[in-house]
Protein backbone atom coordinates (compact mmCIF):
# COMPACT_ATOMS: atom_id res chain seq x y z
CA UNK A 1 0.00 0.00 0.00
CA UNK A 2 1.17 3.24 -0.90
CA UNK A 3 0.07 6.67 0.97
CA UNK A 4 -1.77 9.08 -1.35
CA UNK A 5 1.07 11.40 -2.93
CA UNK A 6 -0.57 14.73 -4.77
CA UNK A 7 1.45 16.04 -5.19
CA UNK A 8 5.33 17.21 -5.31
CA UNK A 9 7.77 18.41 -7.82
CA UNK A 10 10.91 16.33 -8.34
CA UNK A 11 12.37 19.57 -9.03
CA UNK A 12 12.53 20.27 -5.42
CA UNK A 13 14.04 17.18 -4.52
CA UNK A 14 17.76 16.65 -4.52
CA UNK A 15 19.43 13.72 -6.82
CA UNK A 16 20.82 10.53 -4.29
CA UNK A 17 23.90 8.71 -4.94
CA UNK A 18 22.96 5.89 -2.63
CA UNK A 19 21.16 3.29 -4.88
CA UNK A 20 17.77 1.75 -3.65
CA UNK A 21 18.41 -1.68 -5.02
CA UNK A 22 21.63 -3.04 -5.11
CA UNK A 23 22.85 -3.48 -8.65
CA UNK A 24 23.17 -0.36 -10.28
CA UNK A 25 25.69 1.98 -8.52
CA UNK A 26 27.37 4.59 -10.53
CA UNK A 27 23.53 6.02 -10.71
CA UNK A 28 21.54 9.17 -9.19
CA UNK A 29 18.20 8.56 -8.23
CA UNK A 30 15.01 10.47 -6.85
CA UNK A 31 12.33 8.21 -5.11
CA UNK A 32 8.88 10.10 -6.11
CA UNK A 33 7.13 7.04 -3.92
CA UNK A 34 7.60 3.68 -2.60
CA UNK A 35 5.22 0.33 -1.61
CA UNK A 36 7.26 -0.04 1.61
CA UNK A 37 5.34 -3.77 1.82
CA UNK A 38 5.67 -4.75 -1.72
CA UNK A 39 8.61 -2.86 -2.93
CA UNK A 40 6.64 -1.01 -6.07
CA UNK A 41 8.89 2.06 -6.61
CA UNK A 42 8.44 4.90 -9.16
CA UNK A 43 11.97 6.76 -9.19
CA UNK A 44 14.00 9.43 -11.85
CA UNK A 45 17.15 7.55 -12.91
CA UNK A 46 20.10 10.01 -13.95
CA UNK A 47 22.58 7.83 -15.79
CA UNK A 48 26.08 10.10 -16.33
CA UNK A 49 27.38 10.68 -19.56
CA UNK A 50 29.31 7.46 -20.40
CA UNK A 51 27.58 5.24 -18.47
CA UNK A 52 27.74 1.62 -19.62
CA UNK A 53 26.40 -2.14 -17.88
CA UNK A 54 27.89 -4.31 -19.89
CA UNK A 55 27.28 -7.54 -18.57
CA UNK A 56 24.08 -9.31 -19.10
CA UNK A 57 21.31 -8.37 -16.98
CA UNK A 58 18.10 -10.31 -16.08
CA UNK A 59 15.84 -8.85 -13.53
CA UNK A 60 13.45 -10.25 -11.36
CA UNK A 61 10.92 -7.43 -11.80
CA UNK A 62 8.92 -5.53 -14.60
CA UNK A 63 10.99 -2.69 -15.41
CA UNK A 64 8.94 0.35 -17.28
CA UNK A 65 10.55 3.81 -18.23
CA UNK A 66 10.13 6.80 -20.38
CA UNK A 67 13.10 8.71 -21.06
CA UNK A 68 12.38 12.63 -19.97
CA UNK A 69 15.82 13.64 -21.41
CA UNK A 70 18.74 12.01 -23.50
CA UNK A 71 19.11 8.98 -24.48
CA UNK A 72 19.74 5.20 -23.18
CA UNK A 73 20.53 2.05 -25.32
CA UNK A 74 19.81 -0.89 -24.24
CA UNK A 75 19.69 -4.77 -26.52
CA UNK A 76 21.31 -2.36 -29.63
CA UNK A 77 17.79 0.01 -29.27
CA UNK A 78 18.41 3.58 -28.70
CA UNK A 79 15.76 5.44 -26.57
CA UNK A 80 15.74 9.00 -26.71
CA UNK A 81 13.64 11.62 -25.16
CA UNK A 82 10.43 10.70 -25.42
CA UNK A 83 10.96 7.29 -25.95
CA UNK A 84 8.98 3.89 -23.93
CA UNK A 85 9.29 0.86 -22.64
CA UNK A 86 8.05 -2.22 -20.38
CA UNK A 87 10.78 -4.81 -19.64
CA UNK A 88 8.66 -7.42 -17.67
CA UNK A 89 10.39 -9.75 -15.36
CA UNK A 90 12.60 -12.58 -16.78
CA UNK A 91 13.31 -10.26 -19.83
CA UNK A 92 17.15 -10.24 -20.49
CA UNK A 93 19.51 -7.07 -21.38
CA UNK A 94 22.09 -8.10 -23.05
CA UNK A 95 23.87 -4.53 -23.00
CA UNK A 96 22.47 -1.51 -21.47
CA UNK A 97 24.62 1.75 -22.51
CA UNK A 98 24.85 5.54 -23.81
CA UNK A 99 27.16 8.11 -24.28
CA UNK A 100 24.92 11.33 -23.99
CA UNK A 101 23.16 10.80 -20.01
CA UNK A 102 20.00 10.64 -19.61
CA UNK A 103 17.12 11.08 -16.99
CA UNK A 104 14.60 8.51 -17.36
CA UNK A 105 11.16 7.90 -15.61
CA UNK A 106 11.10 4.79 -14.12
CA UNK A 107 9.40 1.40 -12.69
CA UNK A 108 9.77 -1.66 -10.57
CA UNK A 109 7.43 -3.73 -10.01
CA UNK A 110 8.71 -4.79 -6.91
CA UNK A 111 12.26 -5.30 -5.32
CA UNK A 112 15.39 -4.68 -7.97
CA UNK A 113 17.59 -7.67 -8.48
CA UNK A 114 19.95 -9.48 -10.87
CA UNK A 115 18.63 -13.00 -10.94
CA UNK A 116 20.66 -14.20 -13.97
CA UNK A 117 18.12 -16.95 -15.44
CA UNK A 118 15.99 -15.85 -18.09
CA UNK A 119 12.39 -16.60 -18.05
CA UNK A 120 10.20 -16.17 -21.25
CA UNK A 121 7.00 -16.56 -19.55
CA UNK A 122 5.95 -12.97 -19.27
CA UNK A 123 7.53 -11.97 -22.90
CA UNK A 124 3.69 -11.22 -23.85
CA UNK A 125 3.83 -8.64 -21.34
CA UNK A 126 7.13 -6.96 -23.81
CA UNK A 127 7.05 -3.40 -25.03
CA UNK A 128 9.59 -3.36 -26.93
CA UNK A 129 9.79 0.65 -27.88
CA UNK A 130 7.62 3.60 -28.22
CA UNK A 131 8.74 7.07 -29.48
CA UNK A 132 6.40 9.51 -29.32
CA UNK A 133 8.11 11.72 -31.57
CA UNK A 134 8.46 8.94 -34.07
CA UNK A 135 5.22 7.61 -34.00
CA UNK A 136 2.53 10.69 -33.04
CA UNK A 137 -0.54 10.57 -30.88
CA UNK A 138 -3.00 8.14 -32.00
CA UNK A 139 -5.46 9.18 -34.18
CA UNK A 140 -8.41 8.34 -31.53
CA UNK A 141 -9.25 7.80 -27.53
CA UNK A 142 -9.93 4.44 -28.16
CA UNK A 143 -8.51 2.33 -24.99
CA UNK A 144 -8.56 4.90 -22.51
CA UNK A 145 -12.20 5.57 -20.80
CA UNK A 146 -11.66 9.23 -20.15
CA UNK A 147 -14.48 11.41 -22.14
CA UNK A 148 -13.80 14.27 -21.15
CA UNK A 149 -10.93 14.53 -22.01
CA UNK A 150 -11.47 12.67 -25.49
CA UNK A 151 -14.17 15.12 -26.40
CA UNK A 152 -11.80 18.15 -25.71
CA UNK A 153 -9.47 16.91 -28.69
CA UNK A 154 -6.84 16.41 -26.56
CA UNK A 155 -5.07 13.50 -27.57
CA UNK A 156 -3.99 9.96 -26.41
CA UNK A 157 -0.76 7.49 -27.01
CA UNK A 158 -1.87 4.38 -25.14
CA UNK A 159 1.85 2.17 -24.72
CA UNK A 160 0.31 -0.45 -22.54
CA UNK A 161 -2.48 -2.40 -21.80
CA UNK A 162 -1.23 -5.39 -19.57
CA UNK A 163 -2.82 -8.57 -20.71
CA UNK A 164 -3.63 -10.48 -17.47
CA UNK A 165 -4.43 -7.78 -15.24
CA UNK A 166 -5.51 -4.61 -17.39
CA UNK A 167 -3.21 -1.61 -16.08
CA UNK A 168 -2.78 0.55 -18.04
CA UNK A 169 0.16 3.29 -19.28
CA UNK A 170 -0.55 5.82 -21.70
CA UNK A 171 0.34 9.39 -22.32
CA UNK A 172 -1.75 12.66 -22.79
CA UNK A 173 -1.87 15.80 -24.94
CA UNK A 174 -3.92 18.17 -23.25
CA UNK A 175 -4.43 20.72 -25.11
CA UNK A 176 -4.33 24.33 -24.51
CA UNK A 177 -7.27 26.33 -22.54
CA UNK A 178 -9.03 22.91 -21.33
CA UNK A 179 -11.49 23.00 -18.36
CA UNK A 180 -13.46 20.18 -17.56
CA UNK A 181 -17.02 20.64 -16.22
CA UNK A 182 -17.08 17.72 -13.84
CA UNK A 183 -15.22 16.28 -10.44
CA UNK A 184 -14.25 12.39 -10.67
CA UNK A 185 -12.94 9.23 -9.39
CA UNK A 186 -11.82 5.97 -10.61
CA UNK A 187 -11.50 2.24 -9.00
CA UNK A 188 -8.22 2.27 -9.69
CA UNK A 189 -5.03 3.99 -8.27
CA UNK A 190 -3.56 6.96 -11.10
CA UNK A 191 0.03 7.79 -10.98
CA UNK A 192 1.10 11.05 -13.28
CA UNK A 193 4.08 12.84 -14.19
CA UNK A 194 3.79 16.18 -15.64
CA UNK A 195 6.67 15.84 -18.66
CA UNK A 196 5.48 19.50 -20.18
CA UNK A 197 3.45 22.55 -19.75
CA UNK A 198 1.07 23.45 -16.23
CA UNK A 199 -2.14 22.11 -15.43
CA UNK A 200 -4.46 23.51 -12.24
CA UNK A 201 -6.73 21.02 -10.30
CA UNK A 202 -7.49 20.79 -7.28
CA UNK A 203 -4.91 20.27 -5.15
CA UNK A 204 -2.91 23.14 -7.37
CA UNK A 205 -0.97 24.14 -10.27
CA UNK A 206 1.07 21.33 -11.34
CA UNK A 207 4.08 21.81 -13.77
CA UNK A 208 7.08 20.38 -15.78
CA UNK A 209 8.40 17.63 -13.14
CA UNK A 210 4.88 17.14 -10.72
CA UNK A 211 4.37 13.89 -9.93
CA UNK A 212 1.26 12.70 -8.03
CA UNK A 213 0.47 9.14 -7.00
CA UNK A 214 -3.78 8.92 -6.18
CA UNK A 215 -5.19 5.78 -4.62
CA UNK A 216 -8.34 4.64 -5.69
CA UNK A 217 -12.13 5.90 -5.30
CA UNK A 218 -10.45 9.68 -4.47
CA UNK A 219 -12.92 12.82 -6.11
CA UNK A 220 -10.21 14.67 -7.77
CA UNK A 221 -10.62 17.45 -10.16
CA UNK A 222 -12.07 19.77 -12.29
CA UNK A 223 -8.72 20.59 -14.11
CA UNK A 224 -7.95 22.74 -16.58
CA UNK A 225 -4.63 24.12 -18.70
CA UNK A 226 -3.82 27.94 -20.25
CA UNK A 227 -0.47 26.15 -21.56
CA UNK A 228 -1.60 22.60 -22.52
CA UNK A 229 0.45 19.95 -21.52
CA UNK A 230 2.08 16.12 -21.98
CA UNK A 231 1.46 13.95 -19.04
CA UNK A 232 2.36 10.61 -18.30
CA UNK A 233 -0.20 8.62 -16.37
CA UNK A 234 -0.38 4.95 -15.46
CA UNK A 235 -3.99 3.10 -14.14
CA UNK A 236 -2.96 0.17 -11.47
CA UNK A 237 -5.54 -2.58 -10.69
CA UNK A 238 -6.70 -2.24 -14.11
CA UNK A 239 -7.93 -0.40 -16.56
CA UNK A 240 -9.10 3.46 -16.44
CA UNK A 241 -12.58 4.21 -15.28
CA UNK A 242 -14.01 7.30 -14.67
CA UNK A 243 -17.15 8.23 -12.20
CA UNK A 244 -18.13 11.45 -13.07
CA UNK A 245 -20.02 13.77 -10.48
CA UNK A 246 -21.29 17.24 -11.57
CA UNK A 247 -19.88 20.69 -10.31
CA UNK A 248 -20.96 22.91 -7.94
CA UNK A 249 -18.91 25.69 -9.37
CA UNK A 250 -18.06 26.35 -12.89
CA UNK A 251 -13.90 25.70 -13.20
CA UNK A 252 -11.79 28.45 -12.49
CA UNK A 253 -7.85 29.16 -13.29
CA UNK A 254 -6.96 29.51 -9.78
CA UNK A 255 -3.88 28.08 -7.91
CA UNK A 256 -5.38 26.39 -5.22
CA UNK A 257 -2.77 24.55 -3.05
CA UNK A 258 -3.43 21.71 -1.17
CA UNK A 259 -0.95 19.12 -1.19
CA UNK A 260 -1.94 16.01 -0.23
CA UNK A 261 1.57 14.00 0.92
CA UNK A 262 2.86 12.19 4.17
CA UNK A 263 4.73 14.66 6.50
CA UNK A 264 8.31 13.39 5.15
CA UNK A 265 6.93 14.38 1.39
CA UNK A 266 6.69 17.75 2.73
CA UNK A 267 9.87 19.54 1.58
CA UNK A 268 8.71 18.51 -2.15
CA UNK A 269 5.77 19.88 -2.20
CA UNK A 270 6.08 23.48 -1.57
CA UNK A 271 4.14 25.73 -4.10
CA UNK A 272 4.93 25.72 -7.54
CA UNK A 273 6.09 29.02 -9.27
CA UNK A 274 4.25 28.82 -13.25
CA UNK A 275 7.38 28.29 -15.41
CA UNK A 276 6.90 32.03 -17.09
CA UNK A 277 6.50 35.25 -15.44
CA UNK A 278 5.63 38.30 -16.69
FE1 LIG B 1 -8.77 11.38 -13.06
Not at 71 to 100: D, H, L, M, W
Not at 256 to 277: A, C, H
Amino acid sequence: MRPQIEFINSKQMLWEDKPIFPIQDNLKYKTLSRDYNTHETSLLIKYPPGWVLSNEITLNVDEEFFVLEGAITVNQQKYTENCYGFFPAGYTRKGFSQSEGAIVLTFFSEKYKDIRIRDTSNLNNLVKYVSLYEEGWDTDYIGIDSPEIASSGSRKKLLRTDPANGDQSWLMGIIPSYQESKVESHPVVQECYIIKGEIYGNCGLMIEGSYFWRPRDILHGPYGSKTGCTIFSRAIGGKLIVDYYDLTEPFQFVDNFKPQIPLEYSNFSKKNLPSKRY
